[in-house]
């Protein structure tokens, strides 16, 4: 089974390529050196001398306020536009898309009971507005698909929250943290697991959500993380935190547990990484 992997440099392209080195399973990681998804001609080339059976689609603007500005043009772009190169591509050459999407493609306006994957859809940032359109292209081009929507990503790799609190950790004896949004933290772990183990199994085809299990908000998740450092973390509001992009107060999705995937409760999850760079 040839395996492609886009976005290879991001958080969740290199917790991929580790998970596979680790079952010793062979595959391709290009980047936007190797492969610029908003490139057809390039992406075509790419598919034709590669002929790749299964493309983890992990290539994505992620930089969320700044969408909302400068970074409009490029969100659109890579996520929209180069969503739909990739799902051509993987309709031309018969080849299993899997797309990560994100919470944000809901409005995030509701204050209890989980985000079904067929629910409406409503996104009040233009992060989650590209990442929808990136979702309707997938299927409408392709009939071999999985959408796994996640939220709150971390990981080993790139920049994400649990690194931020803890290098503020370093110079300040006082933090500060939003206390009224609640989703649901992930692991790279987790999600890249999810994600092998829907191709695996030959899960049908469809719109799935993955994240570690239980709910929190950043203030819960940041305390958790700062537990054992000598720092204080005090609850904030989002009036008292503004964004340039619309934040959901709620989010928590529906686990695609009728998979029979076991999703770890998000403190274990966030216990294990903690380990896991603590040891390095």
């Not at 908000?217 to 305390?223: R, V």
Request: with cysteine.
């Amino acid at each position: 089974m040839k395996i492609l992997i886009t976005g290879g440099n991001g958080q969740l392209g290199q917790e991929l390529q580790h998970l596979l080195d680790e079952r010793q399973v062979a595959y391709q990681a290009a980047d936007v050196k190797e492969l610029d998804i908003t490139n057809a001609d390039q992406v075509e080339a790419y598919f034709a001398a590669h002929r790749p059976e299964v493309v983890y689609h992990c290539a994505a603007y992620t930089a969320v306020d700044k969408a909302e500005g400068e970074g409009q043009k490029v969100d659109e772009l890579v996520n929209a536009v180069g969503t739909k190169i990739i799902a051509q591509a993987c309709a031309k050459y018969d080849a299993l898309l899997i797309y990560v999407s994100t919470d944000y493609v809901f409005d995030g306006t509701r204050t209890s009971g989980e985000y079904l994957p067929d629910d409406p859809k409503g996104p009040r940032n233009e992060y989650g507005r590209t990442k929808l359109l990136g979702e309707q292209a997938v299927q409408k081009y392709c009939t071999k698909y999985y959408i796994v929507r996640t939220a709150w990503v971390y990981g080993q790799w790139g920049h994400n929250f649990v690194y931020t609190m803890l290098n503020l950790a370093k110079t300040h004896d006082q933090l500060t943290v939003v206390a009224d949004q609640v989703g649901r933290p992930t692991w790279t772990r987790t999600l890249a697991e999810f994600l092998t183990y829907l191709v695996e199994h030959q899960i049908a085809y469809g719109v799935y959500q993955c994240s570690n299990d239980g709910q929190c908000s950043w203030y819960e998740f940041a305390q958790e993380i700062l537990k054992d450092q000598p720092v204080k973390v005090l609850p904030v509001s989002s009036d008292e935190y503004p964004t340039a992009a619309f934040r959901p107060h709620y989010s928590v999705m529906h686990l695609a547990k009728e998979t029979g995937f076991k999703f770890p409760k998000w403190e274990d999850a966030l216990h294990e990484f903690m380990g896991q760079i603590e040891a390095k």
